[in-house]
C-alpha cells in the first residue's frame, strides 16, 4: 500500500506518494494561491494528489489514506485546521473537502509535528521512541515524538517550543509575550543580534562583509565571519549559541528524550554550530554523572520532512514502530 503526504504551505503544496518504507517515489509540486479561497486552494491540491498517484501508476485502491501538514492549529480528530495565519483559515473542513474527490481517510495535523515525526521515525532520530525536533528558522518550530506518535496537548495546539520564555520581561516576541526563545535563537533572532553589533563595530568583518548595509545580514553572515577570525562576529555567535543552549537544556530537562534533532536553515552550518552547542547543553542539563542524557543531531531529511511526516499519519502504531526500527537514519 501507499500513503499521500501534502505539505501545505503558504506558497507551495508539496505532495508525495509514499510506500511503506517511508520513502517518497512520487512527487508533485503547485503554488498554493493563498489569495484563493480554502475550497479552491482544496480542489487543487485533491486534483494534484490525483495526478501524483497517475504519474506513479497507483490507482486509488492501493493508497491507504492522505496525510495533510499545515502551519497553525488542527482539530486532529475531526480533520479540520481550526486557523492558519498564512492562508487565513479559520474552521476548514480540510478531511470533508478532501473526500468529496479522493474517497480516503484524511489524516491532519500541525506542519511542524509532521516535521518531527519524519525526523523521529525515518531521520536523524530513526530507531528511538522519544525525540524532539527544533526548527530553527523564521521563528522555532517543534514537534515531540513520544513512542513513536505526536504529542500535542489535549487541545492538538501544544508543543510551541519556541514560545517558552527564556527572559522574563525580555524582547517582545511576535506572539506578543516577552523573552520567548524564539525571539533569542531564531534565525530572525540571531540576524538582528548581528545587526546591532555590526552597527556598533563598523571596523568589524561582521560590517565590511555586507558593506555596511546592514539588511544585508543573514544567519550564516555572522558564522562565516566568525570563520574568519572577527571577534565581533565570533560574540554574537557564542550568544547565540548561549540563548540555544537554554532552550534546549530546557527541553532535555522537561521531556528527557533519546535524540534531539536540529533542523531548519541555521543547522546548515553543522558541526560549526553542533560541537559547541553541545558543550553548552551539557551546563544546563539536570542530572546526574551517569545518567543518560539526550543526543543531539542534525535534521536529515530537509524540506522531504513535511511530506513524508504527512504521510506517516495514516501509519498505524505498530508500522511506524516497525519503519523506525529499520530507518536509513537509525545510529
Given at each position: ?99 468529496k474527490y479522493l474517497p480516503l481517510p484524511v489524516y491532519v495535523d500541525n506542519d511542524a509535528n509532521c516535521a518531527a515525526l519524519a525526523e523521529g521515525l525515518l531521520g536523524a532520530a530513526g530507531g528511538v521512541r522519544h525525540s524532539v525536533t527544533v526548527t530553527l528558522g523564521t521563528g522555532i518550530g517543534?514537534?515531540?515524538i513520544i513512542d513513536h506518535n505526536i504529542y500535542s496537548g489535549f487541545n492538538n495546539a501544544g508543543s510551541e517550543l519556541g514560545h517558552m520564555v527564556i527572559a522574563a520581561g525580555g524582547k517582545l516576541c511576535t506572539c506578543s509575550r516577552k523573552g520567548c526563545w524564539e525571539a533569542y535563537a531564531s ?145
Open positions: 500500500m501507499y500513503y499521500l503526504g501534502i505539505d501545505l504551505g503558504g506558497t507551495n503544496i508539496a505532495i508525495g506518494l509514499v510506500n511503506e518504507e517511508g520513502e517518497i517515489v512520487e512527487r508533485g509540486n503547485a503554488p498554493t494561491g493563498r489569495e484563493r479561497s480554502a475550497t479552491m486552494i482544496l480542489k487543487d491540491m485533491a486534483e494534484l494528489a490525483q495526478e501524483v498517484a497517475a504519474k506513479a501508476g497507483v490507482g486509488l485502491d492501493q493508497i491507504s489514506s492522505i496525510g495533510v501538514g499545515s502551519p497553525g492549529a488542527p482539530d486532529v480528530e475531526n480533520g479540520v485546521i481550526i486557523y492558519n495565519n498564512n492562508l487565513g483559515f479559520r474552521n476548514v473542513p480540510v478531511r470533508a473537502e478532501l473526500q517543534g514537534g515531540v534565525a530572525r533572532g540571531l540576524v538582528e543580534m548581528a545587526q546591532e553589533a555590526a552597527a556598533k563595530a563598523p571596523e568589524s568583518l561582521l560590517y565590511t562583509m555586507v558593506n555596511g548595509d546592514l539588511s544585508k545580514i543573514s544567519a550564516k553572515t555572522p558564522f562565516d565571519a566568525a570563520k574568519q577570525g572577527d571577534a565581533v562576529a565570533a560574540e554574537v555567535v557564542d550568544t547565540y549559541l548561549d540563548y540555544l543552549a537554554v532552550g534546549v537544556g530546557n527541553i532535555i530537562n522537561i521531556f528527557q528524550p533519546e535524540v534531539i534533532v536540529i533542523g531548519g536553515g541555521v543547522s546548515k552550518e553543522g558541526e560549526n554550530l553542533l560541537v559547541p552547542l553541545k558543550e553548552k547543553v551539557a551546563r544546563e542539563c539536570y542530572g546526574q554523572a551517569g545518567v543518560p542524557t539526550a543526543e543531539l543531531r542534525l535534521a536529515l531529511l530537509g524540506n522531504d520532512a513535511g511530506i513524508v511526516g504527512a504521510a506517516l499519519l495514516g501509519f498505524p502504531p505498530e508500522k511506524r514502530a516497525l519503519v523506525s526500527l529499520f530507518s536509513p537514519g537509525r545510529k
